[in-house]
């Protein structure tokens, strides 16, 4: 028995202690393995997007297989985040955990619990780990054949769509009459420094097109002249042979290829000097062009020209430091130059030019679908020039239009040539650009929701000096300058209000956001996949039967823009659905039935982005405090009016977003003691100060980071808090403050704010507040109802920074307005609104010189324009709304020349 029992022992030691040895270190090296893991997870994105690019750049069976490449990649990458995801979970509830329980059995049942769960996550781990080796050595092996063979044919279609715009006929451009003219004009006049002119644009508008029409007018104008194509894979040496072929005549050339590059530039400084020369760089990409090449062209200060075209106003800017810069932004055609060209191009002869009556209104939506893009109108109409002309076909065709655009080979250059702008962008800004695909055909998108949107989906990288807010509008002003995203709208201050993409960048987007997984877009249920993984999620229609069969806990993201109202059990279901979200957002009127948030909303631990924006939602649960990685909280429009004082357990919340039109009289957010715990608030619009309670005021003096302020109902008393408030917060840059009473208020006080940019006061005031007057970075001032009886404007003259200034609905009662000699020197728009006892408006001698818009609306006492008017150098755009008769008929008679507006 004995024996038996020691051969046992020595089984037990030989084969049962090693595999429970590995999984104790296996158990052990888990957080160092989930840390791995997300380095892991940045080199596997950059291979997803390299395997990406290849797979755009070949066709046949070679697509294929880099296609379903990149799917295993993808979704390797999907179940690695997975891991990192659900081990954060399981930590985070370890910590929070009730540590009530001392008994030695209640311990060692955790412990065992903990110990469970983290081998799960070992040998889950264990089986990415081995995939991601594979994935490494394969890539490793395949990659350099395969960039090789799909480096080569990328550049041919490029180089063909390169081609076609320089040898179009004169009839076959449209369009182009007034940019044609103006770039003619800054050619062959100005300055006699050499100057460079640029054409930008996004891909397809036609700046090559528009540009060889110039350069054929233009260039006998000049001694040497010469046309150069960039485009993304050039080098200066390469550019610089190309010059000289163009300076020298055929038989005096000499052989440049064995010349390295200091002696190619001398070369083509020696042929440029003291001669007038004209060169088109077309399709400039790289940002350091102009560094590279400047040193060539030689400024002799006899008129020299240099145009470049480009998709990236960075390239444009970076030419600043040494030419004279000129710039042309070349806006898409208007719908009647469309039609015209689309007629050209889809009739040809046919019909003199014309279009049938019975497919006029089928061309025109055909047109609308273009938004104006020339190269997508050349193309569509050539593809419908070989068509019946029947409507039943065209209508087919229409219907059939975004489809079209992945799998019809006559409208493969549209795609191509959108093609190349995505894979030109930084890695960074990838996930950026495709996120607008989240967003329907059409939408114009809040730069307010987007910024802590691409934040809390883990896009923004953290860069020293700066918040995430600003590191991700720089990732979103980068994108207006390569021409991929455009403005759809200012701010009264001028900054960026919202922004969106063309029709047929949305439809590249949303097919690269299949191939990737990215996000998927549903309006009925036979749109989902069947199979694979769902990442972001947008429900366009049809929520509830969506809602209900969507239960995928891989998705991170879901947006819904349904106006169908959500049942309460869809609510109720979707912490359980959609455990591992970091992005929620209700749009529309989804949530109209004053739906209840049941307690387990707070499920929803890894919650970074929650907005019930134009809700009914009434009360928040208490379950919202355990939502640790909230940063953005959106509640406006909504019928929230008290937060639960869980809410200051949120020590991550960024922005505290609960206002809607009504609440400066009726009211706003009340605030109870402890909100000086939301150490890492930057946002918060807009807090009731009617019932800030003593301790509700010491917690707000200690949210130091605090940026964004937004305070209704101020009374007289709260004058010493808001002067203390604002002394204290020395990071403020935006204030709103709302007056609640009929009876004007006294705030005048002393404070030091030395970053304020943005002043809204809504409300009496018994006199101009002096305080204002001293903010020397302000740089919009906004005033609505304050009922100022003696004239603002001697205080403000002196403000170096002050932009923009607005002046509403009975803000002055005054008679008139007095703009001081030499003051407002940067001030560029002015609005003026139902100021119903304003008479005159004076304009003294050297004042307003910057200024570019002037507003007046509904003024009915104001019988004369303003004095002064005809000699503000800078003014584009005099706006007038609903004025008086008499205004109007003095407005005709003094516009002269001047194109300004009248309504």
């Known amino acids: 028995m004995e024996k038996l029992q020691e051969i046992a022992a020595s089984l037990a030691v030989d084969y049962l202690l090693p595999p429970l040895k590995k999984a104790v270190n296996s158990v052990m090296e888990v957080p160092k393995d989930v840390a791995d893991m997300k380095d892991k997870l940045d080199r596997i994105q950059a291979i997803i997007h390299d395997v990406d690019k290849m797979a755009a750049a070949e066709e046949g069976n070679s697509h294929d297989g880099l296609k379903a490449k990149l799917k295993q990649l ?269 007629y050209t191009k889809a009739f040809g002869s046919d019909f003199d030019g014309h279009c049938p009556s019975n497919l006029k ?112 509008e720089k990732y979103l002003n980068e994108l ?75 998705i991170r993201s879901l947006h819904v823009f349904s106006d169908e109202e959500l049942s309460e059990s869809s609510v109720e279901r979707m912490p359980t659905n959609y455990r591992l979200l970091r992005v929620l957002h209700f749009e529309g009127d989804s949530l109209h039935n004053y739906v209840r948030l049941t307690e387990n909303f707070g499920d929803l631990s890894l919650l970074t982005y929650l907005s019930f924006r134009n809700s009914k939602i009434v009360n928040l649960p208490k379950s919202v405090g355990v939502l640790h990685n909230l940063e953005t909280l959106d509640l406006r429009e909504s019928g929230v009016r008290r937060m639960p004082r869980e809410i200051y357990k949120l020590k991550k919340l960024r922005h505290l977003l609960v206002y809607d039109k009504l609440f400066g009289f009726l009211g706003g957010l009340q605030m109870e003691g402890g909100i000086g715990d939301l150490t890492s608030l930057q946002t918060l619009r807009d807090m009731d100060a009617d019932h800030v309670t003593e301790e509700v005021m010491k917690g707000l003096e200690r949210l130091t980071q605090l940026r964004v302020l937004g305070l209704t109902c101020v009374r007289g008393q709260f004058k010493s808090s808001l002067c203390s408030l604002i002394n204290k917060m020395q990071r403020l840059d935006k204030l709103y403050i709302t007056v609640s009473t009929f009876r004007s208020i006294n705030l005048q006080f002393d404070v030091c704010a030395p970053v304020l940019q943005k002043v809204r006061i809504v409300g009496g005031l018994k006199e101009f507040p002096n305080w204002v007057a001293k903010l020397q970075n302000l740089v919009t001032l906004s005033l609505t109802r304050t009922r100022l009886t003696d004239d603002p404007l001697p205080l403000l003259k002196d403000l170096p920074y002050l932009s923009s200034l607005f002046i509403n609905h009975s803000a002055y009662k005054g008679e008139v307005l007095q703009f001081p000699n030499r003051g407002f020197q940067n001030l560029k728009q002015i609005l003026l609104r139902r100021l119903y006892g304003l008479k005159s408006i004076v304009i003294e001698d050297g004042a307003l010189p910057s200024l570019e818009k002037f507003k007046l609306v509904d003024i009915h006492p ?38 300004w507006i009248i309504e």
């Open 74 to 342: 993808v979704e390797t990458s999907f179940c690695m985040e997975d891991i990192a995801d659900e081990y954060m979970i399981h930590e985070e509830k370890q910590l929070g955990d009730d540590p009530g329980c001392a008994a030695l059995p209640c311990k060692a049942i955790d412990f065992v619990k903990t110990t469970a769960s983290r081998l799960q996550f070992a040998y889950m781990n264990e089986d990415v780990k081995s995939e991601f080796r594979g994935i490494k050595e394969r890539n490793e092996s395949e990659d350099s054949s395969q960039i090789q063979s799909s480096g080569g044919n990328q550049n041919i279609p490029f180089d063909n769509l390169r081609m076609a715009p320089l040898y179009l006929k004169e009839a076959e451009v449209v369009g182009f009459d007034g940019p044609r003219d103006t770039l003619e004009k800054w050619l062959k006049e100005g300055r006699k420094k050499r100057t460079v002119i640029s054409v930008v644009g996004m891909g397809g508008l036609g700046k090559t097109t528009l540009a060889k029409k110039v350069f054929d007018k233009v260039r006998n104008h000049f001694t040497l002249h010469a046309w150069i194509t960039v485009s993304q894979s050039y080098t200066i040496e390469g550019l610089l042979r190309d010059m000289l072929l163009n300076f020298v005549e055929e038989e005096k050339r000499v052989d440049h290829a064995s010349m390295d590059k200091k002696s190619l530039i001398d070369q083509v400084r020696k042929h440029l000097h003291h001669k007038r020369y004209v060169v088109v760089f077309d399709d400039v990409w790289n940002t350091l062009f102009w560094q590279e090449m400047e040193f060539a062209l030689i400024d002799d200060e006899n008129g020299s020209r240099i145009l470049m075209t480009t998709r990236n106003q960075d390239v444009v800017n970076s030419c600043k430091r040494s030419a004279v810069i000129k710039v042309h932004e070349l806006q898409p055609l208007t719908l009647e130059k469309s039609l015209e060209l689309f």
């Open 361 to 472: 209104d089928i061309s025109t939506e055909i047109v609308k679908k273009c938004q104006g893009l020339p190269l997508a109108i050349v193309v569509i109409g050539g593809l419908l020039f070989n068509e019946k002309r029947e409507i039943l076909k065209w209508q087919r065709f229409y219907q059939n239009l975004s489809s079209e655009l992945g799998k019809n080979l006559s409208l493969s250059p549209v795609k191509k040539i959108l093609d190349f702008s995505y894979h030109d962008l930084p890695y960074n800004l990838k996930p950026c650009f495709l996120y607008f695909g989240i967003y329907p055909e059409d939408y114009k998108v809040e730069r307010g929701r987007l910024i802590p949107q691409l934040i809390a989906e883990g896009f923004v990288k953290s860069e020293a000096t700066k918040t995430l807010e600003e590191v991700a």
């Open 480 to 554: 207006i300058q390569r021409s991929l995203v455009q403005v759809s709208s200012f701010t009264k201050g001028g900054k960026i209000k919202s922004c969106g993409v063309h029709d047929l960048v949305h439809e590249i987007i949303r097919e690269k956001n299949q191939d990737l997984s990215f996000c998927h877009s549903a309006s009925e249920r036979e749109n989902l996949p069947r199979s694979g993984m769902i990442r972001r999620l947008t429900i366009a229609s049809g929520s509830n039967n969506l809602m209900g069969s969507v239960v995928n806990s891989n």
């Open 862 to 899: 104001l019988k004369k324009l303003p004095s002064g008017l005809n000699k503000l150098p800078k003014l584009e755009v005099f706006h007038v709304i609903d004025m008086s008769y008499e205004f109007e008929e003095n407005f005709h008679l003094n516009r002269g020349q001047r194109q």
